[in-house]
């Protein structure tokens, strides 16, 4: 029951950013390709500031895979700053709120903001999604497929995409700047963070993460630290400035009576890949009990607005202790989109790892196999 484990390492400024992916079954074929495509959405988007005009994330493999196959040693993958300026940046004396600049500060005892915020830095998700790319690549052969869109922006709410197919909403996803479903919303989207960038402020959202392809009983209900609900929630609000999750109706479910919520079991006629059982609703998003239901998987997530505003939110100077509107540089306007990639990668990551878990997989030959009995286990119930 190893599964995978990751850490990330790097300042928003320093030289790079490091990750390391423990776990991975050997002989899996790594498209670098596939890892700069997620890396460079990551960077793209309506709103997004000056620093992405500067980078140009690509990932360097360090170690664990040899003629582009997994060793199944641990992978170590580089991504270079453009922007390594950290030795020569300025002490930021006035705390942002919204940021974990004095929170950091008072929990170590500096009265040097930049010295937590450089590792707070939204920067560090570049080498989640680096690794996300990685986990789908696992999950991707097995017939699961991940989904991150946009569903709205600075209480902008998209209208239309939500019964694409799969295909089409990827389609639709890749070909919008806010990475949404819904053209129209689009539109009223870059008005609001026009108007916001104008005022010197920020927006915030909410992105959806959908998953195809789960079989029923992943997770565990045994033991809470095995419910996929809680890791993956843990996960999604690991982001930075992520401030909600909620999986199908989410907090709408407590509003309801039962019999509005909980999907009915209905026999499967014909018989689907999972077996006799179907659902005549997902209102669960997919998880009943810590475990997946075979339904698609359904999480939306609220961003709160980027925390580094223009028009500068009232601080205190860590000097002089007088009030002062909080230090801005540069930020993004809004980074809902990017954010919608980040989640996808977090995501991919729980979710390639509790399959791992439950298959014990050491090779990818193994892991197709231990699938497809895993599925035929599934029919036979
Ligand atoms: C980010 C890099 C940062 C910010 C942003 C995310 O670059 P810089 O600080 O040099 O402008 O643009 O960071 C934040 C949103 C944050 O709150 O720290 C990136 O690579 O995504």
Known sequence: MAGLRWTTAGESHGPALVAVLEGLPSGLPLSLERVDAELARRQGGYGR???????????????????????????????????????????????????????????????????VLERASARETAARVALGAVARQVLEPLGVDLLGHVVSVGGIEVEQGADLPPAEARARRDASDFHSLDPAADARFREAVDAAKAAGDTLG??????????????????????RLTSRLGGALLSIPAMKGVEFGLGFEAARRPGSQVHDAIVPADPPGPHGRFARSTNRAGGLEGGMTTGEPLVARVAMKPISTLRRGVDT??????????????????????????????????VLASAVLERLGSTSVEELTRAWEAWLERLRAL
Not at 318 to 344: I, M, N
């Open 49 to 115: 500031g000056g620093r992405m005009k500067i980078e140009r994330d690509r990932v360097r493999v360090l170690a664990g895979t040899r003629a582009g196959r997994t060793l199944g040693s641990p992978l170590a993958l580089l991504l270079e700053n453009r922007d390594a300026t950290i030795e020569s940046l300025p002490v930021p004396t006035n705390p942002r709120p919204g940021h974990a600049d004095l929170a950091g500060c008072q929990r170590h005892g500096h009265r040097d903001p930049r010295a």
């Open 205 to 226: 959202g909410v992105f959806e993460v959908r998953v195809t392809g789960l079989p029923p009983g992943l997770g565990d209900y045994a033991d809470p630290r095995d």
């Open 316 to 349: 205190v100077d860590f000097e002089t202790g007088e009030a002062v509107p909080a230090t801005y540089q540069r930020s993004d306007v809004t980074a809902v989109p990017a954010a919608s990639v980040v989640g996808e990668a977090v995501v991919a990551l």
